[in-house]
């Protein structure tokens, strides 16, 4: 003789099996916000709270005026950002296209713009900023050009997507000797306490010879 489970019981393993192919539906990476993977053996979980950044220049999702890009003056953008939470000790930002080199194949993620160490009190960056005028005690990484600076957008082919990412951090970074974003995003692992972002869009005028 079979023994029946209660109809309680019954509900519950049918809410398990409806979650888990919930779980299995969704599209990888649809809850990536771009920010840096956990450290592996990190057992507290960080609240990442929400910022702001926006630019005169465009807005999300908007198209980056030509000024900003390789087939104008190629001068950055004017950013500015609200919110930074109590508690912060400095800013990074970084600007990255990861639509790179072609949206409809993308290959990689082309990094344009790489600062770290900026001050909680400053609310942004002017446009056509110089080094020079960066915020005291600004550090700069390096882009893919492999130099510091800006690089605006220059895309191949296609309308491309540009991400001005934001993150504020619990800590002061030491000087990384002009870091790649690959090793700047390693060292700001486990520190950030907010993120923000703003997308650009970008697709050339004249074709590339």
């Not at 099996?17 to 599209?27: D, F, H």
């Not at 003056?73 to 400095?90: F, R």
Request: net charge neutral.
């Amino acid at each position: 003789m079979k023994t029946r489970l209660p109809a309680s019981h019954c509900i519950q393993w049918m809410q398990i099996i409806l979650l888990g192919a919930t779980l299995n539906c969704l599209p990888v990476g649809a809850a990536d916000t771009g920010l840096p993977k956990t450290k592996e053996g990190d057992k507290k979980g960080k609240t990442i709270m929400s910022m702001r950044i926006t630019s005169s220049s465009f807005p999300d999702n908007g198209v980056i005026p030509i000024r900003h890009t390789c087939e104008g003056h190629d001068t950055s953008p004017e950013l500015i950002w609200t919110e930074v939470p109590e508690g912060a000790k400095s800013l990074v930002l970084i600007m990255d296209d990861p639509d790179a080199p072609d949206p409809a194949a993308p290959k990689r993620t082309w990094v344009h713009w790489v600062l770290y160490n900026i001050p909680v009190n400053t609310d942004g960056l002017t446009e056509a900023i110089a080094a020079t005028d960066l915020p005291p005690g600004t550090l700069e990484g390096l882009n893919d050009w492999q130099r510091t600076g800006y690089g605006g957008p220059c895309p191949p082919v296609g309308n491309h997507r540009y991400f001005h990412k934001l993150y504020a951090l619990d800590t002061m970074l030491p000087d990384l000797k002009q870091p790649t974003k690959a090793k700047l995003e390693k060292a700001i692992q486990g520190h950030v306490i907010a993120y923000s972002e703003l997308i650009g869009r970008y697709q050339k005028r004249v074709n590339s010879e």
